[in-house]
Antibody, heavy 124, light 107 residues
Framework: EVRLVESGGDLVQPGGSLRLSCAAS????????MAWVRQAPGKGLEWVSS????????YYADSVKGRFTISRDSSKNTLYLQMTSLRAEDTALYYC?????????????????WGQGTLVTVSS | EIVLTQSPATLSLSPGDRATLSCRGS??????LAWYQKRPGQAPRLLIY???NRATGVPDRFSGSGSGTYFTLTISSLEPEDFAVYYC?????????FGPGTKVDLK
C-alpha cells in the first residue's frame, strides 16, 4: 500500500524558515518523481514544486522560486521542501504527492497518491 | 500560464442524480487534463487523467470527456460519498495549474 506521511509544519513568523518532510513507503521511491502541492485555507489547490526520480530535475512555481528548495533522499525514502523567507501567503496545508500512474521517473504533472498534508502557518 | 475556469461553482443535487461539471482552459489545453476529488479532511484523489482515463479503483460512474478548451466530468448517478469538491488540472504546459473547483453538495 502506498503511503505518504508529511511532517514539519508549524507556526512560523514572516521571514522565517521551515523544512517539510514526506516519508514514503509502499512503492519504489527512488524510481518515482514527486511533488509538493498546497492548499491555502478556504482556497483551491496550487502546485508548488516537482522533482524527478534522480533529483537532478526540479521545477518551481513562480510564487516560490528562489525561496523554496525541493530535494530527496532515496536512502531514507524521504522527500523534503526547504522553505525560506516565508510570507503570510505561504500559509497552507502542504501535500506531498507521487507522480503516476505507476512508477514515473520524469516530471509529468500528474499525481496518483497524496499524503494527508502538513499545516504551515506564517504569522506574527 | 494556462488558466482553468470551472462551472458551476456549486452544484446542488440529490443522490442518484447525474452531475455534469465543466472545465475551460485558456489558452488551449491539449488532452493532458485531469480531475481530482477533494473531500473535507482528506487528501485529493485522482479520478480521471488525460481527459478520459479513469485512475485505478475509480468507479465507472465517473467519466471524462472533452478536447481543446472545453472538458467535462460526468458522474452518472451520485452516491453519498461523491459529495465533495472537484478540481480540474492541466499539465500541458508550465506551470501546472488547477481550476478553482466545483463543489457538489446535497440539495
Amino acid at each position: 500500500e502506498v503511503r505518504l506521511v508529511e511532517s514539519g509544519g508549524d507556526l512560523v513568523q514572516p521571514g522565517g524558515s521551515l523544512r517539510l518532510s514526506c516519508a514514503a513507503s509502499g512503492f519504489i521511491f527512488r524510481s518515482s518523481a514527486m511533488a509538493w502541492v498546497r492548499q491555502a485555507p478556504g482556497k483551491g489547490l496550487e502546485w508548488v514544486s516537482s522533482i524527478s526520480s534522480s533529483g537532478d530535475i526540479r521545477y518551481y512555481a513562480d510564487s516560490v522560486k528562489g525561496r523554496f528548495t525541493i530535494s530527496r533522499d532515496s536512502s531514507k525514502n524521504t522527500l523534503y521542501l526547504q522553505m525560506t523567507s516565508l510570507r503570510a501567503e505561504d500559509t497552507a496545508l502542504y501535500y506531498c504527492a507521487k507522480e503516476g500512474p505507476g512508477l514515473v521517473a520524469t516530471v509529468l504533472g500528474l499525481w496518483d497518491y497524496w499524503g494527508q498534508g502538513t499545516l504551515v502557518t506564517v504569522s506574527s | 500560464e494556462i488558466v482553468l475556469t470551472q462551472s458551476p461553482a456549486t452544484l446542488s443535487l440529490s443522490p442518484g442524480d447525474r452531475a455534469t461539471l465543466s472545465c475551460r482552459g485558456s489558452p488551449r489545453v491539449s488532452n493532458y487534463l485531469a480531475w481530482y476529488q477533494k473531500r473535507p479532511g482528506q487528501a485529493p484523489r485522482l479520478l480521471i487523467y488525460d481527459t478520459s482515463n479513469r485512475a485505478t479503483g475509480v468507479p465507472d460512474r465517473f467519466s471524462g470527456s472533452g478536447s481543446g478548451t472545453y472538458f467535462t466530468l460526468t458522474i452518472s448517478s451520485l452516491e453519498p460519498e461523491d459529495f465533495a469538491v472537484y478540481y480540474c488540472q492541466q499539465r500541458s504546459s508550465w506551470p501546472f495549474t488547477f481550476g478553482p473547483g466545483t463543489k457538489v453538495d446535497l440539495k
